[in-house]
């Protein structure tokens, strides 16, 4: 019996012992995302297994991948200071997005919320909010915004 050469043995072994290195060290990222990393080997061996790892589905990859851009955050947002207490808010959802339709007003307040921390303000009042669709070729997108007067507290006007 044959046997196999030493260096392919000894690149597959330290390959092995870093992905076990790798796997202790990330245990938690892997019980928090497991449905991911499976979804993501999953993809890859049937993509291998059906010839799609070929240039041009690649290239076509890369291209659904720089228009879609998933990694890319769904709203845009813009905070315009008016005076030393008001704030505007402007946010634009990204043209090509799934899902996200109805978290406007959610990410309007977390907006507002980390202006008063950041601040060091007791609160906000919401002066105006509107949102709605924006129709352009050749995709349409919501928008939101509004604007909001960071205050003070009210029962302890020095803090």
Same mark, same amino acid.
């Given at each position: 019996?044959?046997? $196999? @050469?030493?260096?392919?043995?000894? +690149?597959?072994?330290?390959?092995?012992? &870093?992905? +076990?290195?790798?796997?202790?060290? /990330?245990?938690?990222?892997?019980?928090?995302?497991?449905?991911? =990393?499976?979804?993501? *080997? #999953?993809?890859?061996?049937?993509? &291998?297994?059906?010839?799609?790892?070929? $240039?041009?589905?690649?290239?076509?990859?890369?291209? *659904?991948? #720089?228009?879609?851009? @998933?990694?890319? @955050?769904?709203?845009?947002?813009?905070?315009?200071?008016?005076?030393?207490?008001?704030?505007?808010?402007?946010? %634009?959802?990204?043209?090509?997005?799934?899902?996200? %339709?109805?978290? *406007?007003?959610?990410?309007?307040?977390? =907006?507002? /919320? %980390?202006?008063?921390?950041?601040?060091?303000?007791?609160? !906000?009042?919401?002066?105006?909010?509107?949102?709605?669709?924006?129709?352009?070729?050749? !995709?349409?997108?919501? !928008?939101?915004?509004?604007?909001?007067?960071?205050?003070? &507290?009210?029962? !302890? @006007? *020095?803090?």
């Amino acid at each position: 019996m044959k046997r $196999p @050469p030493a260096l392919p043995l000894a +690149c597959i072994l330290s390959l092995l012992l &870093s992905a +076990c290195t790798w796997l202790q060290n /990330n245990r938690a990222f892997l019980q928090e995302n497991h449905g991911a =990393v499976a979804t993501l *080997a #999953g993809a890859a061996w049937t993509a &291998s297994q059906l010839s799609y790892l070929k $240039p041009e589905f690649l290239a076509g990859g890369l291209i *659904a991948y #720089g228009i879609y851009d @998933p990694l890319a @955050p769904t709203w845009a947002i813009r905070v315009t200071e008016l005076d030393a207490h008001h704030r505007r808010i402007e946010l %634009d959802m990204k043209r090509l997005a799934t899902g996200g %339709d109805g978290e *406007a007003r959610r990410v309007f307040v977390r =907006v507002a /919320n %980390d202006l008063v921390a950041k601040g060091g303000f007791a609160g !906000f009042d919401e002066l105006r909010y509107e949102e709605g669709i924006e129709s352009t070729r050749p !995709f349409a997108h919501r !928008f939101a915004g509004g604007e909001i007067r960071l205050v003070k &507290s009210r029962h !302890f @006007p *020095a803090l």
